[in-house]
């Protein structure tokens, strides 16, 4: 019998650069007395993020929600949006509020993101864009769904909260589609506390997006558009700049436990990891284990985890068209295989800090006999 250890092991644990050069970075905030709307700071990060994607146009926001609801609103789109229930709630309802009707696709069994062989079944008419997710960093089939774009003359916008620091065959994915959104949340590989940003290909909306997330404001006493709020303050952005340098090597500590759980789990009948696709340079986001078939279920091996005070999570159950606010809209069972995999699916705690020693504890409880 194990012993329950006292405080919990929970999902991730938020990166913290070391304190001294968090506070360094807040004296100059306190001299000006600018705390937000586009100060300093602000400015500075988005040069470092353009940067580091190698990208002429990005725009940073108060989150990664603001932020894709705020580029799909600049597109000014119309009619249906082509994405995944497989996803957090976020993703879905950046359209619903900008007043688009999402028409659910379902995903591939292997890396959990859109069938592309079902997308072209889905477009109508009335059909403006399709919203892909990058779920768990894992890269869609993004080479596919530009031909569709081009052939159908849809938007390609991609929730890429996951995938920050990732590359495909050398490059930004950041580079596909026509808008792709990142979140910098607490719980990311990277983060800036809460924050997010939109790198997109058309220059002009440039301007809008700017405007979008400063309330439509397009003058001193001009207001055209119904923006929002949502523009990152300056300790957001200084805490963005104080991590960013500091990314790669929590990519790295991560990886590691990853093959870690790999040694541990590979090959075990009942147990689905995700196979890495040698074009990409993961992050490392997650750590999602599918139990389709094991002698426990999914969410008996949740219970175990949890007996011993480590806290997985079922990201991303429910799927998005059995939620309660799109129930009566969607029914579950048309996206068969995200239905399946949302019951079945596990993601196990990780972050650079975690010890390998803990990695193979939670292994051992997965694999214990009961
Ligand atoms: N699209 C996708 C595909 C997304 O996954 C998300 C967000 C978005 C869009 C929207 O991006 P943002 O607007 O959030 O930038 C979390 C996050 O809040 C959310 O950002 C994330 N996806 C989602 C998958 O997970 P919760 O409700 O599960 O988080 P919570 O509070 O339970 O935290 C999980 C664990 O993280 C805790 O057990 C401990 C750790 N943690 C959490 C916080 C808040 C920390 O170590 N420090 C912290 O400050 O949603």
């Known amino acids: 019998m194990r012993e329950k250890r006292e405080s919990p092991i929970l999902v991730t644990r938020s990166f913290l650069p070391p304190f001294e050069e968090y506070a360094e970075m807040l004296k100059p905030i306190w001299d000006s007395a600018w705390l937000t709307n586009m100060g300093v700071y ?44 497989f996803s957090f709630s976020s993703t879905t309802h950046a359209i619903v509020r900008n007043g688009l009707t999402p028409v659910f696709c379902d995903i591939n069994p292997n890396n959990y993101t859109l069938d592309v062989d079902q997308i072209e079944g889905l477009i109508t008419e009335r ?33 890429a909260a996951h995938t920050f ?15 792709s959104m990142f979140s910098f949340h607490a719980t990311k590989v990277f983060n800036s506390i809460e924050g997010g940003a939109v790198v997109f290909r058309d220059d002009r909306l440039e301007k809008r997006l700017y405007e979008l997330k400063n309330f439509g404001i397009t003058g001193y006493e001009k207001v055209e558009y119904v923006g929002a709020n949502g523009k990152m303050n300056e300790f957001q952005a200084a805490m963005g700049l104080c ?3 500091h990314v790669e090597s929590e990519i790295e500590k991560r990886k590691a436990l990853v093959m870690r759980y790999r040694e541990n789990l590979e090959g075990i009948r009942g147990i689905r990891l995700c196979k890495e696709d040698p074009r990409v340079r993961y992050n490392y986001a997650y750590m999602p284990v599918v139990f389709d078939g094991y002698k426990r279920d999914r969410d008996q091996i949740f219970e175990d985890l949890k007996e011993h005070n480590i806290m997985a999570r079922k990201y991303f159950y429910p799927c998005i ?8 809209r969607f029914r579950a069972e048309d996206t068969p295989v995200a239905a399946a995999v949302s019951k079945q699916v596990l993601t196990l705690p990780l972050y650079g800090e975690l010890p390998a020693e803990i990695v193979d504890e939670i292994c051992g409880i997965i694999k214990e006999v009961h």
């Not at 065959?169 to 580079?175: D, N, W």
């Open 127 to 159: 059909t403006c864009a399709i919203v892909p997710v990058h779920v768990y960093g894992n890269l869609c089939d993004m080479e596919r769904i530009q031909e569709i774009a081009d052939k159908h003359h849809l938007k390609v916008i991609y929730d």
């Open 321 to 328: 068209n059995s939620y309660e606010c799109y129930r009566d």
């Open 165 to 179: 620091g990732e590359t495909f065959e050398g490059k930004s994915v950041a580079l596909w589609g026509d808008a």
């Open 243 to 245: 991590n960013l340098p």
């Open 42 to 85: 602000h400015e500075e990060f988005k040069e470092r993020l353009k940067e580091y994607f190698g990208v002429k146009n990005l725009e940073l926001f108060v989150n990664g929600h603001m932020a894709l609801e705020l580029v799909i609103q600049s597109m000014e789109l119309d009619g249906e949006v082509i994405t995944t229930p």
